[in-house]
């Protein structure tokens, strides 16, 4: 299993640009997250989605959209890039959001707006 | 706001055990405590988690206080490649998602 991928690793965007980061995961999970991570702080969630289809506002929504057509997949769009959006962001997948059971994380986009 | 209260900075010898710990001292009777770590530059990674028993597992044991207050994170053996961020959580927010707090840097040295 190759568990939670993400597509790029790395990009560097000028403001205004667009951009779809890609989200897979391959555990058949239902419950999927985006997170983001701004130098020495924690993750803070931007959407999540509880099964294929459905997508909800996290945290700190606002500048992305998302999209789950396929359980398999969660996708993160910037409609016109910002430089606050430069940030390393995580996708994470898990069989449930019920208390106990662990979320997987992915390897990280690391995206730097100009 | 995490609900978690974790040193800063901890060191440890190589081969050593490295114990972390964590008060959480609001917790709730229905809540898990969580740890993840964060490996320079990588995803978050599970390590173990736990309600009220005593939990261990390949990478580590975790002990929780009777009251349920706090909690140590035991590495019985630590790596070089153990150097990281741990994340103790117990507070998982109302869409299911885990609440990161600032984390305890574990260096481990030679």
């Known amino acids: 299993n190759a568990g939670v991928t993400q597509t790029p690793k790395f990009r560097v965007l000028k403001t205004g640009q667009s951009m779809t980061l890609l989200c897979a995961q391959d555990?058949?999970?239902?419950?999927m997250y985006w997170y983001r991570q701004d130098p020495g702080m924690g993750l803070r969630l931007i959407h999540y989605s509880v099964g294929e289809g459905t997508t909800a506002k996290g945290e700190v929504p606002d500048g992305y959209n998302v999209s789950r057509l396929k359980k398999q997949n969660f996708l993160l769009g910037l409609e016109s890039a910002a430089p606050s959006q430069t940030s390393v962001y995580f996708c994470?997948?898990?069989?449930?959001?019920?208390?106990?059971?662990?979320?997987?994380f992915g390897p990280g986009t690391r995206l730097t707006v100009t | 706001d995490a609900k978690t209260t974790q040193p800063p900075s901890m060191d440890c010898a190589e081969g050593r055990a490295a114990n972390l710990p964590c008060n959480h001292s609001t917790i709730s009777g229905n809540e898990y405590v969580y740890w993840y770590r964060q490996i320079h530059s990588q995803g978050p990674q599970y390590i173990i988690h736990?309600?009220?028993n005593n939990e261990t597992n390949e990478m580590a044991s975790l002990i929780i206080t009777e009251d349920r207050k706090s909690s140590t994170l035991i590495l019985p053996h630590a790596t070089l490649r153990d150097t990281a961020v741990y994340y103790c959580i117990v507070d998982g927010g109302s869409q299911g998602n885990l609440i990161f707090g600032k984390g305890t840097k574990l260096s481990v040295k030679p």
């Open positions: 994470a997948s898990s069989y449930s959001n019920r208390e106990g059971y662990e979320q997987y």
């Open positions: 736990g309600l009220k």
């Open positions: 555990m058949n999970h239902e419950y």
